[in-house]
């Protein structure tokens, strides 16, 4: 693509030109206020009208990106299966037209953050998937390109686009299957791309030159003790990981964005923010002050452009609570920081313990 037209397509993100180093007069524009919505399955809930009231929700509450987040199954030989729909020689699946559509109906835009699934192929998580042989893993990034493209091909008209998500043991010793993956999607959208790293291995892609932007799942511990966490201390906390991001980031001639930012109902939400939480007495008050300091650390005027919060579902979710930023508490949290522009006080402090 010549290098004027993706500079026009750039500013959907706010993301420079890749091989333009970042200067402190170039303004990134407007910040990502996102949204995950998130699915049951392979996504069919994203084509559903519940999805269009679930995006008017977020808008409300002050979201200006949604992000929904595709799936393929991988199994242990390496081979990777499609969701409903997707036929190479056919049109894109309701649940993955619709929501674009609909999105840019609203005023907001969107992005498209492909997940592997590691259902019932004995993998605890995406970041855990490996294999044992040269023949599985030439079968795993054959069917993966296949995917990936067909994905970008269906989904041109989103606003952004991931080529891969928190795939940790996917990244020593493949950054020749990745460049050629980016290519390929580079030729099926004019979409800014980037690679959704988690967050202790986002310095081991070496791929960040290909891209537009450096993405990070920000699961960042923000305390490493046992005690209830204060606001300060979790203040401190995002001022010294957001410096050492936003330096790395400059070595890399690129913006950041937290493609994830999330916490669930645990009183250990500040130690691990990744895990599911048991909802103890107290808990949704530890949830909702590491929320709203992280979102007081993501509005910060600088180099970071902004933030997903993970997640929301379409309509009422009765299968799980996990990390929901539609409960009241969330929603308030949110409200406070992306629909006022008061910021300085924390939503709620946990009980002394």
């Not at 493209?149 to 020593?172: H, I, N, P, W, Y």
């Not at 300060?232 to 790395?248: F, G, H, M, N, T």
């Not at 650390?297 to 919060?309: H, Q, T, W």
Request: hydrophobic letters at 40%; one cysteine or more.
């Amino acid at each position: 693509m010549p290098r004027a037209s993706l500079s026009l397509f750039l500013t959907c993100f706010g993301f420079l030109a890749a091989a333009e180093p970042i200067r402190p007069d170039q303004d990134p524009g407007e910040p990502i206020k996102g949204i995950i919505i998130s699915c049951h399955g392979f996504g069919r809930e994203w084509g559903s009208d519940e999805m269009v009231e679930t995006m008017r929700e977020v808008k409300a509450l002050g979201a200006n990106w949604v992000q929904i987040h595709p799936y393929g199954s991988v199994q242990r030989d390496g081979s990777l299966s499609f969701g409903r729909g997707m036929s190479a020689d056919g049109e894109a699946p309701a649940w993955l037209s619709r929501p674009i559509a609909e999105a840019h109906k609203l005023g907001l835009k969107i992005c498209i953050t492909p997940h592997v699934a590691p259902w019932r192929a004995g993998w605890s998580w995406r970041g855990d998937i490996t294999f044992e042989t040269d023949a599985q893993w030439d079968k795993f990034f054959a069917d993966y390109e296949r995917w990936i493209t067909q994905l970008a091909r269906f989904c041109k008209d989103a606003d952004g686009f991931t080529v891969g998500s928190e795939l940790d043991q996917m990244l020593v010793g493949r950054e020749s299957d990745w460049r050629r993956i980016i290519a390929a999607v580079r030729a099926e959208t004019d979409a800014p791309l980037t690679y959704a790293a988690n967050w202790p291995n986002y310095k081991k892609v070496k791929f960040w030159d290909a891209l537009d932007v450096i993405s990070i799942s920000a699961y960042f511990p923000v305390v490493n003790h046992d005690r209830l966490p204060t606001a300060a201390e979790i203040d401190r906390s995002w001022q010294r990981i957001k410096s050492e991001v936003l330096d790395y980031a400059a070595t890399q001639y690129r913006r950041v964005v937290f493609m994830e930012l999330g916490y669930d109902s645990s009183l250990r939400a500040a130690i691990e923010p990744w895990k599911n939480g048991q909802n103890e007495p107290g808990a949704e008050a530890v949830q909702a002050l590491c929320l709203d300091r992280a979102l007081a650390a993501v509005g910060e005027p600088d180099e970071l452009l902004g933030a997903f919060l993970w997640k929301w579902f379409p309509g009422e979710s009765s299968r799980s609570d996990d990390f929901l930023v539609s409960k009241p508490s969330m929603r308030a949290v949110v409200s406070q920081h992306w629909g006022t522009p008061a910021r300085d006080a924390p939503i709620a402090a946990p009980p002394a313990k």
